[in-house]
């Protein structure tokens, strides 16, 4: 099939390669000159294992294009997918602008008739939103004398499941696709058009549009809820002299419970969890709904952050000319990404306190000094030991594996002091006892 992309970020990217990789041919859509150019150059703006290999495989055999001109792209397309950005607006709600933008694009340029697909995650409604639009820049064409009559389109929703740093299989190998469609059509080509990646089981599911608009939230706020809730578990564990990872192993083996998603640390983050669970709170109120667990979950979140942070400040009391190894910068691992990263609020908080500080993130740190932690005095390193060099104590923030089984004999030679802060509960405390470390995690006394 003919397709086209528009937004080309982490799932936009995705979407267009692995589509282009089941051999459609697809022209992904960007604002971003320089992004386009850098991946008409084989520069992949992001890290995702095994991206760059199919978007370098089939730009080649061109059935993968990258350009700027969404007028180019949409007359060389009969589906176009919406994967823009969607982040939090002021008041909490996700901020449309740039679905809408597209949108009225889409209606300013389409010369056949297209199905519209939103990829982002978008309130519920916002494909009427996406439709009104498209069809009154229509109306302006027809009405100008440009057009003869409305061209016909349909919008359809597909929410996105990928995870970063797993994006690629998630989106070759998805557990479900969601296709929210009005129109039996629709839906029967959008089927057809995901039947290569469900080949070994049906994995489609078709629903109306309001329906599958809210699945995302849902999800993304259940997976959060989970993760609050053994955050809020923790705490308790360790103030009743328990221990959270025992409580983890125990209720995990309950097949209802399951071991997905309950590991303590230091909370959530990442472009999605942080804005999706706001924005489900933001929807459930304008119609008319109190979400008090919605509320709840992001609460724990926020004050997770603090309770980490107060294990550092309470050990040292006074931390000014401290100096600190941060190990993992990124949101999570296996990805390059770090927006509402942990390690932004724990960084941010040492500095300000006058702590010096060290990082090393096996792929972030470009991100981290070009864009998030830009005007913060802040020492790179190529490799996870040399960030211990005389450092009071080395704060684990992302789970990376390669930080899982570390030399702690090198450890305990490098840092001043053999402090760990585990915001991840990555170590065995008895081990580490044993080794003559001074260890702290989340959740255990
Ligand atoms: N990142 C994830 O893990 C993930 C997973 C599932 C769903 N989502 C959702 O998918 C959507 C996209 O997320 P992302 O992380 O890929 O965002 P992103 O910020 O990485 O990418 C968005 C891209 O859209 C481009 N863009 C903005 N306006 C444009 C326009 N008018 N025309 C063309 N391009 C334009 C930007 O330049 C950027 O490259 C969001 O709604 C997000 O919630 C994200």
Known sequence: ???????????????????AHMGNSVICVDIDEKKIENLKKGIIPIYEPGLEEIVKNNFKIKTLKFTTDIKEALKNSDITFIAVGTPQGEDGSADLQYVLAVAKDIGKYMDHPLIVVDKSTVPVGTADKVRETIKEELEKRVKSGELKEIIDFDVVSNPEFLKEGDAVSDFLKPDRVVIGADNPKSMEILKELYAPFTRNHERFIGMDVRSAELTKYAANTM???????????????EAVGADINKVRVGIGSDSRIGYSFIYPGIGYGGSCFPKDVKALEKIALDAGVEPKIVKAVEEVNKEQRVYFLNKILNRFKDIKGKRFAIWGLSFKPETDDMREAPSITIINELIKRGAKIRAYDPQAMEMAKNFWLKDLDVEYFDNKYDTLNNSDAMILVTEWKEFRSPDFFEMKKRLKSPIIFDGRNQYNKDKLKELGFEYYQVGVK
């Not at 099939?1 to 589509?19: H, N, R």
């Not at 997976?223 to 564990?237: R, Y």
């Open 1 to 19: 099939m003919k397709l086209s992309v528009i937004g080309t970020g982490y799932v936009g990217l995705v979407t267009g390669a692995c589509f």
């Open 223 to 237: 997976l959060a809820t989970k993760i609050s809730f053994m955050n809020e578990m923790a705490k308790i564990a």
